[in-house]
């Protein structure tokens, strides 16, 4: 990771870590970058989710690549994954993102796609670092040199949608439950099942600015629950605020997660012939209930380090084409360059629709260990990340839990690549046994940081 560039973009608490300032600083940046590897004049695409900040953070990250010389189309709300397909439609020279995804709305984020709808490479990300901090080599136009600003928001929805109703095979009958975050699908998912011609309700598509992730979406299921217990919906799907996430709950509500959703589309594509690699990619933080489902339905599981960028490195590595992350971050890369929410819906319809069965049903036979995360929330940043990570005692500790477990269970400590934290997740034969390690860890951290 870089000075500002993490793993998933440029992270802050809008105002604060990520203010103006720095968005214009980005832009003015990224411009004279594209500027010194394209003859052509640069035109940048900018979608966002539905925070607040939004509003200021695209007004000063547009000023910045008008300002050395770059033409932005806005699209207006759109989720992640419509920004990065409609970069490469577009044949725009970048696209960029405004949004802090899963996050609660005084978080916000600057998150970068190439021409070919993947996200940065670490070098050039190092050179919009170095003229962010030093701005003596940056472009300064003047003059017909200035950028100019333009924008269609539902000509490209409509773009967006349309790509996805393409990868639909066939009708649902059941009912649909769908819980856009009040984030960035709030308009797209509508449009999207009434194109492929289902039944569905949706809750939580009124966002005011603040209300996204705010006790709804992929990480805040009650709601989602309330509606599936009702009986009256076959099928629940539920977004985070920037909808590249998407995690499913069966008719009794149960949640189906990231892990079993892999295991659900790998034993289909398996069967049908289109599973690439003979594997799936999914993470360290994966279920190992899902490594015995892909062994006994003959495929590999591998893992990747935790976050999207390592998954598809991993993907490419290896030759796969399905991966993704207990979160439902899912990456299908003979359709899309990133993680899409609601491509992951259509394709587990599609499953669900050729099998004739409920989705309980449907996963029923994927074994999972019970599984803790819990988090230990960093007040000191880097400096006390770094004490309590390079701990022997936290490390000798870990390896005596891990042993305790005898072979039926693992631990995992890591600090998260997008908040301030260090999470740590345990699984054991019980939930109990669980989160008896996990608290005992986190206790832990809090001895080590108070050591110093």
């Known amino acids: 990771m870089g000075k500002y560039f993490g793993t998933d973009g440029i992270r802050g608490v809008a105002g604060a870590e990520l203010d103006a300032e720095l968005a214009f600083k980005v832009g003015r940046a990224a411009a004279t970058v594209l500027a010194q590897d394209n003859e052509e004049r640069s035109r940048v695409v900018i979608a966002r989710d539905t925070r607040i900040s939004c509003d200021m953070l695209e007004t000063a990250l547009t000023a910045g690549l008008c300002s050395a010389g770059a033409d932005v189309t806005l699209f207006g709300v759109l989720p992640t994954p419509a920004a990065a397909y409609l970069t490469v439609i577009s044949e725009a020279s970048v696209g960029v993102v405004i949004s802090a995804s899963h996050n609660t709305y005084e978080h916000n984020g600057i998150k970068l796609f190439g021409r070919n709808g993947f996200k940065l490479t670490d070098s050039l990300e190092e050179r919009i670092e170095r003229l962010i901090d030093d701005d003596s080599g940056v472009q300064k136009k003047t003059g017909s040199e200035l950028g100019r600003i333009s924008g269609d928001h539902i000509y490209w929805i409509d773009k967006y949608v349309k790509s996805l109703v393409t990868a639909s095979e066939g009708q649902y009958k059941g009912r649909i439950a769908i819980d856009c975050a009040n984030g960035a699908a709030y308009e797209t998912a509508r449009a999207l099942f009434r194109e492929i011609g289902a039944e569905f309700e949706v809750i939580n598509d009124e966002p005011d600015g603040i209300n996204i992730n705010d006790d709804c979406g992929s990480t805040h299921l009650d709601g989602l629950r309330e509606m599936m217990q009702t009986g009256r919906f076959g099928v629940g799907f539920a977004f985070d605020g ?4 998407c995690l499913v709950l069966d008719e009794n509500g149960n949640v189906v997660d990231g892990d079993m959703i892999l295991g659900v589309l790998a034993r289909e594509m398996k069967a049908v012939g289109n599973l690439k690699g003979g594997a799936v990619v999914g993470t360290v933080n994966s279920n190992s209930g899902i490594s015995i489902f892909a062994r006994d339905n003959g495929f590999e599981f591998h ?42 819906a259509i394709k587990f319809l599609n499953v669900l629709i050729a099998s004739g069965k409920t989705v309980s049903e449907l996963v029923r036979d994927i074994p999972l260990y019970p599984q803790v995360m819990p988090s230990y929330k960093l007040t ?12 022997s005692l936290l490390h000798d500790e ?55």
């Not at 490195?313 to 991966?323: A, D, F, H, I, V």
Request: net charge negative; charged share 25%.
């Open 242 to 245: 920037d909808a590249d996430r």
């Open 303 to 344: 893992r990747a380090q935790t976050g999207d960028r390592y998954v598809l490195e991993m993907m490419w590595e290896t030759g796969c084409n399905l991966g993704g992350e207990s979160s439902g971050h899912i990456i299908f890369t003979d359709d899309a360059t990133t993680g899409d929410g609601q491509l992951t």
């Open 380 to 391: 000191g940043g880097a400096e006390e990340r770094d004490i309590i990570m390079t701990s």
């Open 398 to 452: 870990i390896a005596l839990q891990h042993e305790s477990l005898g072979g039926e269970g693992r631990i995992l400590v890591r600090p998260s690549g997008t908040e301030p934290v260090i999470r740590v997740l345990v699984e054991a034969k019980t939930e109990v046994l669980a989160a008896e390690k996990a608290e005992y860890l986190i206790k832990l951290m809090k001895k080590i940081a108070c050591m110093q």
